[in-house]
Each structure stands twice: as C-alpha cells, then as structure tokens.
C-alpha cells in the first residue's frame, strides 16, 4: 500500500457531512418501552443483553432480549427472574455470565427493594444463592472490575417506602457478596454512572443522587481497597441522576450521555467523554432527551448502545441509538471459486488511523485484490444502486457501494487487506463511506466477483 494510496481519503468528495457521533439504526423489531432495565454487552456471544424495567404505566418486564448491532431479538430463557425495575447488569468476562443484583419493589404500593442474585449464561437465568448479601436494593450502581475479577455494586435503595440512599460498596465474586469498609465513599447515592476504567485499572463513578441532599459534580474511582475524589483537569459535567456510563476500550475513555437535573427534574440532553484525567463534552447532534436507559458498549463493533428510557415528560423511549464509529456489513457477495468473497473489518473507521478492511475466500491464485471505495449506496457514475452486474459478464454478483477510488492490494492465500488512512482533521467527523472487495476469479467471462459492502461512518 503506497502512500499516495492513503492520502487517497483525503481527497473524496464528500459533501453535507454531520459531525455526528450518535446514529440510530432502525431494527424491524425492538423491546417494548421501558425504563430502567438493565444492559450490558456479552462478548462472548458479541450481543448486548437487555432485561426487565418498568412499563410507563402500571407493572415491569421480565423479557430478555439480544441486540446484535443490526436486530433484536426476543429470547427464551429456560427459567428467568421476575419482572423488575431499576436494575443493572454487567457481564463477568472471567467466567463468561451476565450478573444482575436486586430490583425494585414490583408492587405499586412499594416496599422493600428486592435481595436476588441471577446470572444469565445465554441459555437460562440461574438464581444464585449466596452467604452474604447487600440486603436488596435498587436503583444502585453496578460495574465490573476486569482486574480484579469483581463485580462492584455501590449506593441504591433498600426501600420504596423511606427514601434513604445507600453509601455501601459491595463486591460479587461470583460465590458470595462481601461489605467492603473504605475509608472513604462518595456518600449515599441512586442512580450514578458508573464503569470500569481500564486505563485507571480502577471504577469510576460520576453522578448520582442523595434524595435527603441533592445532586454532585464529584468525580470519583475505586480501586478495591478505597473510593478517592478525583483532581479532574478542565470543566466536569454538571450534577445529574440516571445517566449511563460505559467505557471504550479501543480510546482508553468513559462515554456517558443522558439523565436528569437532580434539583430541577430537567433532561440532561449530553454526551461526555472521561480519559482518566479530564473531561470532554462532545457537542455533536445528540439523540433525544432520556434518562433511566439503557446502555452497553459493544466491543465487537466498537459502538456504544442505548435503548429505552423516558424523555423529561416521562414519555417512554423506544428507539434504539449506537455511538462511535460506526462499521456495518450489508449486502451480499456472488460465488467464487473459493466460495462467496466476505469483507470484514475488526474496528470502525476513526479520525487518524488506518481504516483496516480484510477479504477472504479468494481465488488462491489471485495475486491481487480490488478495493472499491465510494460515498454513495444509491449511485455509482449514474448506474442507480444496488446494481446487479449481469448485463457485465457477473452473473448473480451486485454492487451495493460507489467506487470513487480504486485500491490494490496484494493478495494471497486467498485473503488480502486493504489499508485506508483517516486524515486527523474534523471535517470528516461524521462522514459515511462504502468499501466493496473485488475477487480476481475465473468464473464469469469479466473475469472477478464481488464481496459483501460494508457501511462506515467516521468517528473520533
């Protein structure tokens, strides 16, 4: 790959581009509306897991559902837990299993908060029985810490009835609960951000509300032994309730976005970004108000994903949104000698980095690859997309992206790669393109078939 080959980039047309970070895709099925569920991603199975909340109007959900980044879909658990709102779920990557903690109480005249243990496996939801609890609660924040192997729970509520917040952190290590006595704590709080922050090796913490105090700005991180106010550098966001934090492996940050003024009830329509040190807000188009969502980071296809909630109305969310760069097969290839090319990329398309697309199942002979690069999905030099290719000499072979440029790759073994630098300037910000892969073959009298096309969108 020349370098002229990756200044190539800089000079596609692209035109109208949204700087825009938030896209909402539109899956032909999606969980009914709720508020408060619990999510997180299974990278195991690569598909985030949502459960329970609450209906917008009387009763809680006890579904289960899997989102694969392009469909959700309904699953059936063998024995699952009762409906319930105002729950969390992480997913235990050491012993692949998705935990979830308490609940809130599911009779409308409240009470208690509820004191289960369930984990889900993919199959079925096992109730776990353990020595120690942290006495139910709702309404808490829940990370895991991946080095230590601990799932973190911290505040929440015991009970409906006398709104008193909790300033307990508990640790699962998937046999038993334990109390952890720090020498400091955040104080009582509901519904904070919370996550892991691997580049801290530590959970950090944002947000939140005592219900008997108010809201907080404090930043805060655990390590096992203490909860620590961190000195952040620059502007922090304002105080606020039933936010949602996740953290991006792939940029060492904490996205958070959504929740509420603990003082006023207003919505809090922002995404922020935390690198261990400081905080960024990103200013881009933002999804439409909520708070009491959901949200996972998928780490299969470097996005996070929201669903759900209420607006500041308390009208329920049922739209579901992916944040970052965005990267997403669509179409499908013709036949080879090799069988049907496939076009694949491991990360979406960044600001100042290489693009990295792989195609296999070529022809083994094949010492080259054609890359094919565009801005269009509906036009390609005035042919109307998708095209099929017949009336060329490619029989059952579709094109389904523009080639405004063309790149060579070599090829062997029957795979190539295809580098694409991402010039580091905010002009492409939000930006989609078409990549299509070209399989030199003997099979047709033009002498090639086509892969599938992927769809990018760049992101930060």
């Known amino acids: 790959m020349t370098m002229n080959a990756l200044r190539l980039f800089s000079i596609l047309p692209f035109a109208a581009a949204a700087a825009a970070q938030w896209h909402q895709p539109t899956p032909a099925a999606a969980p009914a509306a709720r508020y408060t569920p619990g999510m997180t991603f299974d990278s195991a199975a690569n598909r985030t897991i949502l459960f329970g909340g609450a209906k917008t109007t009387f009763g809680n959900w006890?579904?289960?559902?899997?989102?694969?980044?392009?469909?959700?879909?309904?699953?059936?658990?063998?024995?699952s837990p009762s409906a319930r709102p105002g729950i969390d779920l992480v997913y235990d990557e050491l012993r692949g299993l998705t935990v979830m903690y308490g609940g809130g109480n599911t009779s409308p005249f409240g009470g208690p908060?509820?004191?289960?243990?369930?984990?889900?496996?993919?199959?079925?939801?096992?109730?776990?029985?353990?020595?120690?609890?942290?006495?139910?609660?709702?309404?808490?924040?829940?990370?895991?810490?991946?080095?230590?192997?601990?799932?973190?729970?911290?505040?929440?509520?015991?009970?409906?009835?006398?709104?008193?917040?909790?300033?307990?952190?508990?640790?699962?290590?998937?046999?038993?609960?334990?109390?952890?006595?720090?020498?400091?704590?955040?104080?009582?709080?509901?519904?904070?951000?919370?996550?892991?922050?691997?580049?801290?090796?530590?959970?950090?913490?944002?947000?939140?509300?005592?219900?008997?105090?108010?809201?907080?700005?404090t930043t805060w991180s655990y390590?096992?032994?203490?909860?620590?106010?961190?000195?952040?550098?620059?502007?922090?966001?304002?105080?606020?309730?039933?936010?949602?934090?996740?953290?991006?492996?792939?940029?060492?940050?904490?996205?958070?976005?959504?929740?509420?003024?603990?003082?006023?009830?207003?919505?809090?329509?922002?995404?922020?970004?935390?690198?261990?040190?400081?905080?960024?807000?990103?200013?881009?188009?933002q999804p439409p108000d909520r708070r009491g969502f959901g949200l996972a980071f998928d780490t299969a296809r470097h996005v996070a994903v929201a669903f759900g909630g209420v607006d500041a109305n308390f009208t329920a969310r049922t739209d579901t949104w992916q944040y970052g760069g965005l990267v997403e097969s669509f179409g499908a290839g013709c036949l080879g000698t090799a069988g049907v090319p496939v076009l694949t990329a491991?990360?979406?398309?960044?600001?100042?980095?290489?693009?990295?697309?792989?195609?296999?199942?070529?022809?083994?002979?094949?010492?080259?690859?054609?890359?094919?690069?565009?801005?269009?999905?509906?036009?390609?030099?005035?042919?109307?997309l998708p095209a099929d290719l017949g009336f060329l000499g490619l029989p059952g072979c579709t094109l389904y992206g523009s080639g405004d440029i063309t790149q060579f790759d070599s090829a062997g073994g029957g795979t190539s790669v295809d580098n694409l630098f991402i010039p580091n300037d905010q002009i492409y910000l939000g930006v989609e393109f078409f990549v299509t892969g070209v399989s030199l073959d003997t099979v047709n009298s033009f002498g090639a078939v086509l892969s599938n096309a992927l769809r990018c969108r760049v992101g930060y």
Not at 71 to 79: H, I
Not at 255 to 270: F, L, Q, S
């Open 113 to 217: 908060s509820l004191d289960q243990t369930w984990e889900f496996n993919g199959v079925t939801w096992t109730q776990v029985a353990t020595a120690n609890t942290p006495g139910g609660l709702t309404a808490y924040g829940m990370a895991y810490d991946a080095l230590r192997y601990r799932t973190v729970l911290y505040g929440g509520l015991h009970d409906s009835f006398f709104p008193i917040d909790s300033a307990d952190t508990w640790e699962y290590d998937g046999v038993n609960w334990t109390h952890v006595t720090t020498a400091h704590n955040p104080g009582p709080l509901e519904n904070p951000a919370i996550c892991y922050h691997a580049v801290l090796g530590k959970v950090v913490m944002f947000g939140g509300i005592d219900v008997q105090t108010g809201g907080t700005t």
């Open 346 to 384: 491991s990360q979406g398309a960044r600001l100042g980095q290489v693009f990295q697309s792989t195609m296999s199942h070529l022809h083994p002979a094949a010492p080259i690859a054609v890359t094919l690069i565009g801005t269009s999905s509906t036009n390609s030099g005035g042919l109307p």
């Open 62 to 79: 006890n579904d289960t559902w899997s989102f694969n980044g392009t469909t959700w879909t309904q699953l059936a658990p063998l024995a």
């Open 223 to 285: 390590d096992g032994i203490d909860w620590t106010p961190i000195a952040v550098a620059g502007p922090s966001p304002s105080a606020r309730t039933m936010a949602r934090m996740v953290y991006d492996p792939q940029r060492g940050v904490s996205v958070m976005y959504g929740g509420m003024n603990p003082n006023t009830g207003a919505a809090i329509n922002e995404t922020w970004e935390f690198n261990g040190v400081a905080w960024t807000q990103r200013t881009d188009l």
